[in-house]
């Protein structure tokens, strides 16, 4: 007979089960604490700001130690998810958390920093944006990519954007080269929010929908349309070159579109969650697309502010400036969900 496992063979042995087995998305923890960290700045409470960027920042280094691994060591799983529709898109969050970690920190001042992770956001981008939709559309199945359409797909929206939104905030740098970047991914970011929203909304009526399909995923639908927003009032503070003057009434104009129907979309959202667990009966408890919940509330009070800011209205700047503390409340209790699922305790969660 072997001996019996110790603690330490236990915890290895769940370590190594869960880089095997990491979601895709799980990069949405750094998307949601980093946003929830500028959200809580912008609130004033400066203390509480940085508390939250050291947990970004520690995230972001232990979830890319995560993914590499995974990569090197189980290829096969790895590669499975990223050629999978179903779960491919979740990779964006890789490009989503990094720019949002790269915008925290040019807040702070470090914008070397920022210019860095912009960098290897943007190449991720790169290789995500062609490589994903190339692998869908010409792989050899009997299903289409379309089947496995969901709420992960507006990852593709939210990376896009991040990425106009870090580079804004690089400014006053080469400044025509910057805008016109910023300026071209917003508005492929806009495209990409229309069509794939169409592609998310046919699926769903299309296709039954089953309670435990309606994961928190589906938040991104709200979240996509507040950073674009966030981009679109960064391109409004963005200096008056003719570039920025010519699409300035697009941008106002559809970045207050895009905040009416995020704010439109919300009371849904919860609609969803009420028939899923109360009504559906699926159990309430830790899974990693909680976080794709959590980011877009941090967002849209983010973007409330900002949009509020650039075009000068009081009661939106207020409302960004108050939800942060509701955005915070829901991150606090998913983070302690979080831990009491890494540390063995009962799973059902508290928020």
Known sequence: MGRPASDRDIALARALA??????????????????????????????????????????????AAAYGWRLIRYRGEFLADATDSRTAFGFFTIVAGTDVLGTRLAAGGYQAATAVLLVVAGLAWLLLSYGLPLSLITRHGTQSALSGVNGTWFLWTVGTQSIAVAVTTLLPGPVVLLTAVAVALWAIGVVLYLLIAGLVLSGMFQ??????????????FMGAT???????????????????????????????????????????LIGFGVWRHLLRGVRLRYEPPLWSMVFPLGMYCVASHALGGALHVPWLTALGREGAWVAFAVWAAVFTAMIASFAGLPRQSSC
């Open 18 to 63: 869960g880089v095997r087995y990491l979601h895709p998305g799980y990069f949405a923890l750094v998307m949601a604490t980093g946003i929830i960290s500028v959200a809580v700045g912008v609130a004033g409470a400066g203390w509480l700001s940085a508390f939250l960027l050291v947990v970004t920042i520690a995230a972001f280094l232990v979830l």
């Open 207 to 220: 296709s039954p929908v089953d309670a435990a399909g309606l994961t928190p995923a589906y938040w991104v």
């Open 226 to 268: 507040a950073i674009s927003v966030l981009a679109g009032a960064q391109l409004l503070r963005a200096p008056a070159i003719p570039l920025v003057a010519a699409v300035r009434p697009v941008v106002a104009g559809l970045s207050v579109m895009l905040w009416a129907f995020g704010t439109w979309l919300i009371p849904l």
